[in-house]
């Protein structure tokens, strides 16, 4: 089962929020444990696009200025995303 698919990214967030606002203490430690394990994986996931997209506003840059701001936060997402991970 390593077949990946494609959602929208809309629908992506809308699930995420709706895991962020579900209380699960009230459950078995193994819901719990799958609960963290799916919410952990798909905000990996929203970090990883969110990454992508700072560096394709790299590429998209009209001027070297606006290029090396859009590295530099691309850079900051990077260190960030691989500090929180």
């Given at each position: 089962m ?7 990214l809309?629908?992506?967030?809308q ?22 394990n799916?919410?952990y994986?798909?905000n990996?996931k929203?970090a990883s ?8 506003d ?16 691309y ?11």
């Amino acid at each position: 089962m390593s077949e990946n698919i494609k959602i929208p990214l809309a629908l992506l967030y809308q699930i995420i929020y709706l895991l962020d606002n579900i209380e699960i203490f009230n459950y078995c430690e193994a819901v719990q444990s799958d609960y963290d394990n799916v919410l952990y994986a798909l905000n990996k996931k929203k970090a990883s696009l969110e990454l992508r997209d700072a560096y394709a506003d790299i590429i998209k840059a009209k001027s070297d200025d606006a290029r090396h701001q859009a590295k530099m936060r691309y850079l900051q997402q990077k260190r960030a995303l691989q500090e929180d991970w």
